[in-house]
């Protein structure tokens, strides 16, 4: 059937546009009913990429309380974090763009984390002090590796030869190497000393965990009172009300604690179930949980050719787990009875050492492509084939 076209008088053929589920409908409708802001209409509801995997919630709550299945409940649970670890990110995002440029950046800088935190103290409090250290260390190897790697690499397959400022990259090398140093040194004079005591290792540990949380403070302030955080851009407004950016942000944290608690109780059966090392979990398969929402963010600011976003996403990320969330476990875990060092493996420090050195090499010219991308993804994966070999022969 042919209609008029009021604008020509010609006819053409009618089209209809495909009417949306009801139950999308209905979910979009409760949403901006809850969620968005009526004084703002210009703006950009964000994108929960993951929100799918929502899904796994009651799928690994139901396992956990109703059938009893250790190895359904970790990978329910494991799938379940990385949708929430990206709510927590959304809502960050949403309540910095309230706070203002400087209480924003302040936010963000704190928050950034908080899944890795939240995760790794219930992993303390089962006793895993193990998996924690790893998946401290793993998580730096995510980030400067694999979130680094994939981010450059499709930026680089897009744009070509990708340019950001070189003094930028710098600060943040320096930064992370002063961080890597922190870990260095406990290991040190556990190797010089030989005989030691357990109060001297706890009050060598305590120390250094002490001046890193002094120093990231420090770096805080600083960054708060210089205005140095990434300031919005003018087209940049808030898509969510205040009250339900931080709703969203409590009620994810909650439901991170939850799934953290059931993952941290199910870990050995469910690792004996998968014939995998408690170290190899900690350093790859715990950080790529804790990572994914950062993956996806760190990709999409480099197809968008704003590489030095991603450069403070993934290697600031890793600043503040060396500076910060590691302090903070090992007074956590004198807390929760569970006492955990600040001395790292060989292994583990090797690779952290290599892999700052490797990005620094890297980012110090002030340009990125994509077989730099793709050598930062083979450094990473030469990393996990070994690791997964550690603690099984």
Same mark, same amino acid.
């Given at each position: 059937m042919a209609v008029a076209d009021g604008r020509s008088g010609r006819s053409g053929p009618r089209h209809r546009r495909p009417r949306p589920k009801r139950g999308a409908h209905l979910t979009g409708r409760v949403i901006k009913l809850l969620l968005i802001d009526p004084k703002r209409s210009d703006a950009t509801t964000p994108k929960a990429r993951f929100g799918w995997l929502l899904v796994m919630v009651p799928v690994s709550v139901a396992a956990n309380f109703a059938f009893h299945h250790p190895l359904v409940v970790f990978v329910a649970s494991a799938m379940a974090l990385i949708p929430l670890a990206e709510l927590v990110g959304i809502a960050t995002d949403q309540a910095a763009l309230h706070a203002g440029p400087r209480m924003g950046g302040l936010l963000n800088a704190s928050l950034a984390n908080v899944t890795e935190l939240i995760l790794s103290t219930f992993l303390i409090v089962e006793g895993r002090v193990a998996i924690v250290k790893a998946s401290l260390t793993g998580a730096i190897l995510g980030n400067l590796l694999l979130v680094l790697g994939m981010a450059l690499f499709a930026g680089g397959r897009r744009h070509g030869v990708q340019r950001y400022n070189a003094a930028t990259a710098g600060v943040h090398a320096t930064s992370l190497a002063l961080a890597v140093t922190?870990?260095?040194m406990p290991a040190l004079f556990i190797l010089t000393t030989g005989a030691h005591s357990f109060f001297q290792r706890e009050a060598v540990?305590?120390?250094?965990?002490?001046? +890193?949380?002094?120093?990231?403070?420090? !770096? /805080?302030?600083?960054? $708060?009172?210089?205005?140095? &955080?990434?300031?919005?851009?003018?087209?940049?407004?808030?898509?969510?009300?205040?009250?339900?950016?931080?709703?969203?942000?409590?009620?994810?944290?909650?439901?991170?604690?939850?799934?953290?608690?059931? +993952?941290?109780?199910?870990?050995?059966? !469910? /690792?004996?179930?998968? $014939?995998?090392?408690?170290? &190899?979990?900690g350093l790859i398969l715990i950080p790529l949980i804790g990572n994914a929402a950062e993956h996806s963010s760190a990709v999409r600011f480099a197809l968008q050719d704003k590489v030095e976003i991603t450069l403070e996403i993934a290697v600031g990320s890793s600043t503040q787990i060396a500076l910060f969330v590691a302090p903070a476990l090992v007074f956590i875990s004198l807390a929760a009875g569970h006492p955990m060092d600040f001395v790292f493996s060989t292994f583990e420090l090797a690779t952290v050492g290599l892999s700052t050195f490797i990005v620094a090499l890297i980012s110090l010219d002030g340009r990125s492509?994509?077989?730099?991308?793709?050598q930062l993804i083979a450094a990473y994966l030469i990393i996990a084939a070994s690791a997964f070999f550690v603690g099984t022969t």
């Open positions: 922190g870990f260095l540990s305590g120390s250094v965990a002490a001046i +890193l949380m002094l120093l990231y403070l420090l !770096a /805080l302030g600083f960054t $708060h009172m210089e205005h140095v &955080f990434r300031a919005p851009r003018a087209t940049e407004h808030p898509a969510w009300s205040y009250a339900g950016a931080v709703g969203v942000l409590v009620g994810a944290a909650g439901l991170a604690a939850l799934e953290s608690w059931m +993952l941290s109780g199910t870990v050995e059966p !469910a /690792l004996s179930a998968l $014939h995998v090392s408690e170290f &190899f979990a492509n994509w077989l730099e991308g793709a």
